[in-house]
Nanobody, 126 residues
Framework: VQLQASGGGLVQTGGSLRLSCVAS????????MGWFRQAYGKERELVAA????????HYADSVKGRFDISRDGAGSAVYLHMNSLKPEDTAVYYC????????????????????WGQGTQVTVSS
């Protein structure tokens, strides 16, 4: 499984970006998906996650109301729409696929990825 993340860039405070995570084939179908980020000198954190059905979403408190995670119906892409960006959103963003298919044994905030995208840099200038 290869996940290709894209859409990062440099944006001013208050701006918007849309990140995309594309996989070959329908390899995301049936899996919860997440977007993580890692800022310089900090640990990687979960930003947003979406259930395999797309019906349930989870957001970190720091991005609630500003970010929206979505997925396509073909099971091959996940997106992160980021609005009202702040300098503290600056980080490398990674998409990731949960390790178990159709799994309901843990909440979205506790997904355990088995595949990761390569990361895309988001820089928000003040």
């Amino acid at each position: 499984v290869q996940l290709q993340a894209s859409g990062g860039g440099l944006v001013q405070t208050g701006g918007s970006l849309r990140l995309s995570c594309v996989a070959s084939g329908r390899t995301l179908d049936g899996y919860h998906m997440g977007w993580f980020r890692q800022a310089y000198g900090k640990e990687r954190e979960l930003v947003a996650a979406i259930s395999w059905s797309g019906h349930t979403k989870h957001y970190a408190d720091s991005v609630k109301g500003r970010f929206d995670i979505s997925r396509d119906g073909a099971g091959s892409a996940v997106y992160l729409h980021m609005n009202s960006l702040k300098p503290e959103d600056t980080a490398v963003y990674y998409c990731a696929r949960d390790g178990r298919k159709y799994y309901a044994g843990r909440p979205l905030r506790a997904i355990e990825p088995d595949y990761w995208g390569q990361g895309t840099q988001v820089t928000v200038s003040s």
